[in-house]
């Protein structure tokens, strides 16, 4: 009878990524979080072993190697910018921060020409506000009120300021005035832990090739 060969397994590799979160309180894992499209996955193993060798004859031979220490690493690339993952990149969380609508005068900023600046960022809001309107500058003894376009610009969807650098505006502080919208948008807190604890699954579906 002929020798026989096992079948060549080969595979195209695809599936679903998924991060299961251990609660670091009960440690216990929490819901698994779909990371979404991710390219490539890479793990590496490296061991560290003491070596051996005989003195008792005239040549020195290796007569054992005891593993030491293993390391397991992995890497992923994951192209999925969604604000779920990039709270797991800071090690942290996501949030809902709502806006009310409210009236803002006399806020003062320290600028510089040629700069730009967040509205309403203070250190318990340091993103600032979104959605303004009714923006006006004025020096910081209120007398003398700029000209948008002029001495400065505004981008009102993110609240942002931008002193012009051929304005009239001087470094110093200005006094703002402005209205912001009531809204809400997804927030990212990078967290206390140096790391986060998990399982990672991933659920295949290969283009050719057996699913594990």
Not at 87 to 102: D, I, K, M, N, Y
Not at 146 to 151: E, F, Q, V
Request: net charge negative.
């Amino acid at each position: 009878m002929a020798i026989t060969h096992a079948k060549n397994e080969y595979v195209i590799s695809r599936g679903r990524v998924y991060f299961e979160a251990i609660n670091t309180a009960t440690d216990e894992k929490q819901d698994a979080i779909y990371m979404g499209n991710c390219p490539a996955f890479t793990v590496s193993i490296e061991t560290e072993k003491a070596e051996h060798y005989s003195s008792e004859t005239g040549l020195r031979e290796k007569d054992a190697s005891v593993v030491l220490e293993v390391r397991r690493s992995g890497s992923i690339t994951c192209d999925n910018m969604s604000a779920t993952n990039v709270a797991l990149f800071l090690s942290g969380s996501t949030c809902l921060v709502e806006q009310a609508a409210e009236s803002v005068t006399g806020e003062v900023l320290a600028v510089l020409p040629g700069r730009y600046f967040q509205l309403g960022a203070k250190p318990a809001n340091p993103v600032g506000v979104r959605k303004v309107s009714n923006v006006v500058v004025k020096s910081s003894d209120g007398a003398t009120e700029y000209a948008a376009g002029t001495d400065y610009n505004v981008d009102a969807e993110r609240g942002r300021l931008q002193i012009l650098a051929d304005g009239a505006i001087a470094a110093g502080d200005v006094q703002v005035d402005y209205e912001t919208a009531a809204c809400t948008w997804t927030g990212i807190r990078s967290g206390a832990s140096g790391e986060l604890r998990g399982s990672l699954r991933v659920v295949s579906d290969n283009a050719t090739g057996e699913n594990r």
